[in-house]
């Protein structure tokens, strides 16, 4: 998937690399996937941004999610795809006849509680065949994503930033800069789910040891990410790389975490 063009399937444009490192955590989820494996995504959202790329090349990948909303909206943009549309599900896990050769679950924990979280992992391992692979993607709770998140929601700063001429300015000037880059042309959901939780690198590890998993590699995503981050530099090419490569280069501190764990 090169950043210079927009890659398509059939008429839908595939997301394209973004200072949260989408592209880098979609190469990382596929390079420890085989066309045989059956993969579910768990809380895909509308699918767009893993299920329909994954998809598009060539692994037998489906989607589940409880909002019936980001399910309907997915199921669009997968038929305009000319993928399935039933291969994304409001359904409950539990329900998805298993066993499974991978479980995803990318940017979905950090929005469970303590008693979700754990009832989660214990479907996943459960739906699980042995020595099945659970990939999961989390912010770092205390790395610079939830930085910008703070000053977002609890700063003069985010009132500020949300203002419409002010949105409209920066729209022109990254337009400019990028020549009209556009990272993705879907959402991702259409519910609003807070973060609950926060995870460091060390804790994310315990937590799936602790849940049955043995952790087999783990990475860090991208340095610096975040609604402001992203607003002004998404796009910029020399900067996402470098982003990429820092976050490679520090794991711990990284503003995302990728773990590989398989059930034991």
């Not at 893993?50 to 309907?72: C, E, F, K, N």
């Not at 950090?110 to 214990?122: I, V």
């Not at 703070?150 to 729209?171: E, I, N, S």
């Amino acid at each position: 998937m090169s950043h210079a063009s927009q890659a398509l399937a059939g008429g839908v444009p595939l997301p394209r690399e973004n200072v949260y490192g989408h592209v880098k955590r979609l190469r990382w989820i596929a390079d420890r996937l085989r066309p045989s494996d059956r993969v579910i995504e768990f809380g895909c959202g509308t699918g767009y941004m893993l299920t329909l790329p994954l998809r598009a090349w060539g692994y037998d990948v489906r989607g589940v999610d409880l909002d019936q909303g980001s399910i309907a909206r997915g199921r669009e943009i997968l038929e305009a795809a000319g993928q399935p549309p039933e291969a994304l599900q409001a359904i409950d896990l539990r329900d998805v006849e298993g066993p499974l050769d991978v479980v995803i679950a990318s940017e979905v924990l950090e929005h469970l509680d303590d008693s979700a979280l754990g009832e989660a992992l214990a479907l996943i391992r459960e739906r699980l065949r042995p020595g099945g692979l659970l990939l999961v993607t989390v912010p770092n709770g205390y790395g610079w994503f939830e930085l910008e998140a703070v000053l977002r929601d609890h700063t003069p700063l985010g009132w500020l930033f949300g203002l419409g001429p002010v949105q409209g300015l920066l729209h022109r000037l990254r337009s400019r800069t990028t020549r009209g880059y556009v990272d993705a042309a879907h959402p991702s959901t259409v519910a609003d789910s807070p973060h609950l939780r926060r995870f460091s690198l060390r804790s994310l590890r315990a937590t799936l040891e602790a849940a049955g998993f043995a952790v087999e590699s783990s990475s860090g995503s991208v340095m610096f990410c975040g609604p402001f981050t992203h607003a002004l530099l998404t796009g910029v090419e020399p900067f996402m790389r470098a982003n990429a490569r820092l976050g490679s280069r520090f794991p711990a501190l990284a503003a995302g975490f990728h773990v590989a764990a398989r059930r034991v």
